[in-house]
């Protein structure tokens, strides 16, 4: 099926049938995208890490049936689906009702999401994508690339984060829900040099014979402590600007090319408390997804984790 014979088959739907029409939708969007279709879920949800329906339970909470993801990938997403019961205008488009219940609706199925990321497992990071679907009315798609599963925003940004059913035909869309399906840190955003923060002062190591390298002299005191490197780059290898400490420790990252703890990491700087601050840096960089912290504590540059098998 392709994208355009989907929307043609769901367009105009009465709606109203969350539990008939939500598994169908899904399904056929993911043919009609060319991705892979979920898994058959089992009775092991430990293996479940792209299915529709995956059981989540409180681990306060043993009694009673599971609450269920309508539709779940490991590292991707969450999906909430609804369906709302308003029909189409009398010229074939939708438009939400004036009266605010259609508002209310996501709402809710938006917090129902969000709720189901806490109660995922511990060594399930918490996805950067939250999608809330009213089945072939509307998606609205909420990101948060920090692996805390607590700031999600809309994305990419308040004007754009609502995909309407009709708006499937666009190549930016489509390739734009691929990426949330198969390679979501590619949507994370590029910040520049001011946007992230850090208390400056950190420099790389760079090789250098005994002799030149004990005529290093430290910098003069300033308002901030800052750090001496041992073999002085250029000024334009130098970083300028306190924003460019967390690039310097990503870069680091990036060209060891495998996990490395603070402390490794700190041995590629010269610095006084270099490790208090590489360990601040990399939490600014986790916060906008480009470091990730695996279960034993070591970091890893995104870059190198989307590259690995």
């Known amino acids: 099926m392709d994208i355009e014979t989907f929307i043609r088959r769901w367009r105009d739907r009465e709606g109203g049938a969350e539990r008939a029409n939500a598994t169908m939708y899904l399904l056929e969007l993911t043919q009609a ?10 009775a092991d949800t430990a293996h479940n890490d792209y299915v529709f329906e995956r059981a989540v339970r409180s681990p306060f909470c043993d009694a009673g049936p599971p609450n269920r993801i309508d539709l779940y990938k490991r590292g991707c997403f969450v999906l909430e689906a609804k369906q709302s019961r308003w029909a189409p205008r009398q010229d074939g488009a939708w438009r939400a009702p004036p009266d605010g219940r259609w508002d209310a609706m996501m709402r809710r199925a938006r917090a129902q999401a969000h709720g189901y990321v806490a109660l995922l497992p511990a060594d ?3 996805p950067p994508f939250l999608i809330v679907c009213d089945v072939a009315r509307q998606f609205e798609i909420w990101a948060d690339f920090s692996g805390t599963g607590r700031g999600y925003t809309p994305f990419p940004d308040r004007t754009g984060f609502r995909i309407a059913h009709e708006a499937l035909i666009e190549a930016e869309v489509q390739n734009r829900l691929r990426a949330i399906w198969t390679a979501p ?3 994370a955003p590029i910040l520049s040099l001011h946007q992230i923060g850090s208390d400056g002062g950190l ?5 250098r014979p005994f002799a030149a390298a004990s005529s290093l002299r430290a910098l003069p005191p300033g308002p901030r402590l800052r750090f ?3 073999d002085p780059p250029g000024p334009d290898a130098l970083p300028q600007h306190s924003g460019d400490q967390p690039l310097a420790v990503q870069a680091a990252l990036v060209r060891a090319g495998a996990p490395l703890a603070t402390h490794d990491l700190a041995r590629r700087f010269h610095g006084r408390r270099r490790e ?3 360990e601040r ?7 906008y997804g480009h470091v990730s912290r695996l279960p034993d504590g070591r970091w890893i540059a995104a870059q190198s984790l989307s590259q690995s098998p």
């Open 33 to 42: 995208l060319d991705l892979p279709p979920p898994d058959p879920a089992g």
């Open 228 to 230: 001496t490197p041992v």
């Open 276 to 278: 208090a601050r590489i």
């Open 203 to 207: 420099y790389p190591v760079r090789p």
């Open 281 to 287: 840096a990399l939490t600014s960089l986790h916060r």
């Open 124 to 126: 399930h990071p918490a």
């Open 185 to 187: 840190q590619r949507l």
